[in-house]
């Protein structure tokens, strides 16, 4: 009797990679050099199909997405396995065709096949973020007729040139763009914009006014005006954590990013062990504030930030910040058609305190704030120069030199 051959490693492999995702009920396997599919349900029947794809290890990957993708079609028990294959590779006769006139239900199971479709090379943090953004679509699915209609409505769910507005959209477009190749919606409906287009950008709001205003700082006492009014107010203990979270950031002119990233080292030194900057020692400006908030004992106990959302901490605590009522108080006071105050003025409030209080003013360099902030000297003074007062450079220049 001859031996029996054994699959190649890319083959088993692969058979290995869709029975961890599919159960032993999916097979593959070569036919005059394509793929192709042998499946058993569960009620015993059986049905094979072919892929136009080459058998061969170069495709390996693709065979496997292909399959994953006939699997979630079948999985909806509303395509048999050749239905679900012609959908996907082609139009042949009695297949069916892409959706057209579609419904909120439908929108919603198209969206789930493409969730199951990232979710084999993505991460899990990332899919949450697509959650998020089909979230603010939902309420609105009844009313959508095609991709056009489907960007207008969500755009109104949130603030034109935010991070958010950036996101909600790029993962939407993707959407709708893998939606069309797949052959679930027709592309003469729900074609998204082009990814470079001036439409894209419009949705966006890159052009928007709000986008070119300044990022003015927070002063010191309306920082610590809203700490106690969100103390007074809070009713979570979530509010804690926000309140460390500002903290970090006033006293030591974290980015927003940054904040999880802070750790006392082996000789005492706060620094930032990683960020968009890299490692870098840090300073609490008030020195005064680091005592009394206890930020040393809160970061060596690993004192809770927030949850981190899928959009970063600046986005999440700008919209927290919109919730409470002294930080609306202060923002009526200071934004204006040319100033804004954001998550960031907590860190351009370290910088104002820096360059402006003489207490510091003479002391510490330009060189040496830029270098404690995480950037250039050049884009230090870009951003902060103008509020160096006239003289202070040389001011600390004689405080070095003892002059």
């Known amino acids: ?63 496997q997405n292909a399959v994953l993708d006939v699997a979630q079609l079948v999985s909806t028990k509303k395509y048999s396995l050749k239905e679900a294959i012609s959908n996907l590779y082609g139009s042949k006769k009695g297949a069916p065709k892409a959706i057209a006139n579609t419904d909120a239900t439908r929108l919603e199971e198209i969206w789930e096949a493409f969730i199951n479709h990232k979710s084999r090379t993505t991460k899990e943090s990332t899919i949450k973020g697509y959650r998020k953004s089909f979230k603010k679509l939902e309420p609105i699915l009844c009313e959508v007729r095609d991709a056009e209609s489907l960007l207008d409505l969500v755009t109104e769910k949130f603030d034109k040139g935010t991070r958010t507005a950036e996101i909600t959209i790029r993962h939407l477009t993707q959407w709708l763009r893998w939606a069309v190749e797949k052959n679930y919606l027709v ?11 001036n439409r894209i950008a419009e949705l966006i709001g890159k052009s928007d006014e709000v986008v070119k205003r300044k990022t003015v700082p927070i002063y010191d006492d309306e920082i610590i005006g809203l700490i106690e009014a969100i103390k007074k107010n809070r009713e979570s203990k979530t509010a804690d954590k926000y309140i460390y979270g500002i903290q970090l950031m006033s ?30 020692e840090i300073y609490g400006i008030h020195p005064h504030w680091e ?85 250039s000297h050049a884009i230090h003074m870009e951003k902060y120069g103008s509020w160096t007062p006239t003289g202070s450079i040389r001011k600390s220049l004689d405080n070095i030199l003892g002059l």
């Not at 492999?13 to 005059?32: C, H, I, N, T, Y």
């Not at 592309?187 to 287009?197: G, L």
């Not at 006293?251 to 940054?258: A, V």
């Not at 927290?320 to 002294?326: A, G, K, R």
């Open 187 to 197: 592309a003469e409906r729900w074609s998204p914009p082009q990814k470079e287009s």
């Open 291 to 375: 005592k009394d908030w206890e930020l040393i004992k809160k970061i060596k106990d690993r004192h809770p930030l927030p949850k981190k959302p899928a959009q970063g901490y600046g986005e999440g605590f700008r919209k927290w910040l919109i919730d409470q009522p002294y930080w609306l108080e202060i923002k009526k006071r200071r934004d204006n058609k040319e100033n804004v105050l954001k998550t960031y003025s907590f860190r351009h409030g370290w910088a104002w305190r820096v360059h402006t209080d003489p207490l510091y003013s003479s002391k510490i360099s330009t060189r040496l704030a830029a270098s404690l902030m995480g950037h």
């Open 1 to 63: 009797m001859p031996a029996r051959k054994h699959a190649d490693p890319w083959v088993v492999s692969l058979r290995d990679m869709l029975k961890s995702q599919l159960g032993p009920a999916w097979r593959v396997m070569e036919q005059s050099g394509k793929v192709k599919i042998d499946v058993r349900f569960s009620d015993k029947t059986r049905s094979y199909g072919s892929l136009p794809i080459l058998w061969n290890q170069k495709n390996s990957y693709e065979i």
């Open 251 to 280: 006293c030591y002119g974290l980015r927003p990013h940054e904040m999880e990233f802070v750790v006392v080292d082996d000789v005492g030194r706060v620094v930032v062990k990683e960020g968009k900057t890299g490692f870098r």
